[in-house]
């Protein structure tokens, strides 16, 4: 499948059965949605949070928002249903929970080809329990349709019967493994919520601690967290301007066969070019996200 990019920088939680919600949804500056029919939703209202979530998806009115609907793991009663709705609604993407194995995701896309999923509505994975942490590369590299791998640290924490720690300390390799994962198959991965809404000072530092793991953004459960998020997981200005600086000097010296390119002082290697290619794109897909 082609990919497209697209800011991921914040990722809000949706409850499904929540309508109001995810109609104030439409005028926030959350790049993607996820409409969830699993967690936010009681067993006695998975049928009503289906239909309002797969109506909403299908009419297509959230801007440039990606539309994500998280459904109900294909062990319970309502999985089935769930992907066969949400693969008629076209979202663009459909986020399975607790991912374990390859044969999870390839059961998922039988579902959604029988049930006629566009070409275009992708697979992303929750990563949240220690056996998904050791499948990581083979969920990773399961389907072309896997674009995107979703931590859920909450869960984790609890499976690994570990603590919620500021340092995260407890679920480093889990993080670690998930992020090897995503960048040897080209995956977006995100970094999972921060529980506390009083704590902004925390939640800030989470969100620069997982820039410096190396996530491409942050799932998040309220509102209040869009802006901190949005801005921390933006390239700078400045680092935007030294990228076009970069990319300016490697292809004039392409021009001129020179086999060596300096920037400020510094040696410019292909690796620091495609960096900076993709900080551009990121910023150039961010401003017209905004228009």
């Not at 029919?37 to 067993?43: G, H, R």
């Not at 590299?141 to 690994?160: A, F, I």
């Not at 570990?162 to 977006?188: D, E, F, I, N, Q």
Request: net charge negative; proline share 4%; glycine share 6%.
């Amino acid at each position: 499948m082609t990919k497209t990019i697209r800011p991921r920088r914040s990722v809000l939680y949706m409850p499904g059965s929540n309508a109001r919600a995810q109609e104030k949804a439409k005028t926030l500056t959350a790049d993607a949605l996820i409409l969830d029919l699993e967690d936010a939703v009681a067993p006695d209202a998975k049928a009503e949070a289906r239909e309002i979530v797969c109506a909403n998806a299908a009419l297509g009115d959230y801007g440039n928002r990606e539309i994500i609907i998280r459904v109900n793991g294909l062990d319970t009663p309502w999985g089935k249903e769930d992907i066969i709705a949400a693969a008629k609604a076209g979202p663009d993407a459909i986020l399975l929970p607790k991912v374990e194995s390859a044969a999870q995701v390839h059961e998922l896309e039988k579902i959604m080809t029988d049930a006629g999923a566009p070409e275009t509505t992708t697979i992303w994975c929750m990563m949240e329990t220690p056996l998904g942490m050791l499948k990581a590369e083979e969920i990773a590299s399961s389907s072309p349709r896997v674009d995107c791998l979703v931590m859920g640290t909450s869960d984790l924490v609890k499976e690994l019967q570990a603590l919620h720690t500021p340092m995260r300390l407890p679920v480093v390799t889990s993080l670690g493994l998930c992020l090897l994962a995503g960048r040897a198959y080209g995956l977006t991965v995100l970094d999972g919520v921060y529980l506390d809404l009083a704590d902004e000072d925390g939640f800030h530092a989470s969100c620069v601690q997982g820039l410096e793991f190396g996530f491409d953004g942050k799932t998040l459960i309220h509102p209040k967290q869009l802006a901190s998020t949005n801005e921390v997981f933006a390239p700078s200005e400045a680092e935007v301007a030294h990228s076009r600086k970069v990319i300016e000097a490697f292809e004039a010296a392409e021009k001129e066969g020179k086999g060596v390119v300096l920037v400020d002082g510094k040696l410019v290697e292909n690796l620091h070019v495609e960096i900076a290619k993709a900080k551009v794109a990121m910023a150039d897909a961010i401003a017209a996200a905004a228009e």
